[in-house]
């Protein structure tokens, strides 16, 4: 949008992190990209009670980039709720469901080599 404030990448991730805390996600991590992939400087992974919390998550947090930032996020699996993915550009946000969370397990890939994910919170 033109006339935005730009956001840096930990700007970004600090207005990230804290609309999540207000909707009540659970088990938020965040991991440091910067110098291991090119998709972008920050991942945060986050779990959602139900489809509707995920959704709703996922909403909220789209619709507060877009109006402080003027970022547009693209997004993905809204409409199921068990998996959506928020793409800002600098950040990439995961919000799942607790069960779908397990099943592709994120964190394991994107940790670093004998890291607990639990370094990241």
Do not use: C, N
Not at 38 to 49: H, N, T
Not at 79 to 87: A, C, N, S
Not at 108 to 121: E, N, S, V, Y
Request: hydrophobic fraction near 45%; charged fraction near 30%.
């Amino acid at each position: 949008m033109a006339g935005a404030p730009s956001a840096t990448s930990e700007t970004l991730l600090a207005a990230i992190l804290a609309s999540l805390d207000d909707d009540k996600a659970e088990e938020i991590v965040q991991i440091d990209l910067r110098g291991r992939s090119e998709m972008g400087d920050y991942m945060v992974i986050a779990s959602g009670r139900s489809t509707r919390q995920v959704a709703a998550i996922a909403e909220h947090l789209t619709d507060k980039l877009k109006q402080e930032f003027g970022v547009l996020s693209k997004t993905e699996g809204k409409e199921t709720g068990d998996w959506v993915l928020i793409d800002t550009g600098d950040v990439i946000v995961h919000v799942f469901r607790p069960e779908v969370r397990e099943f592709y397990q994120l964190e394991k890939m994107w940790a670093p080599q004998g890291a607990a994910a639990d370094a990241f919170r």
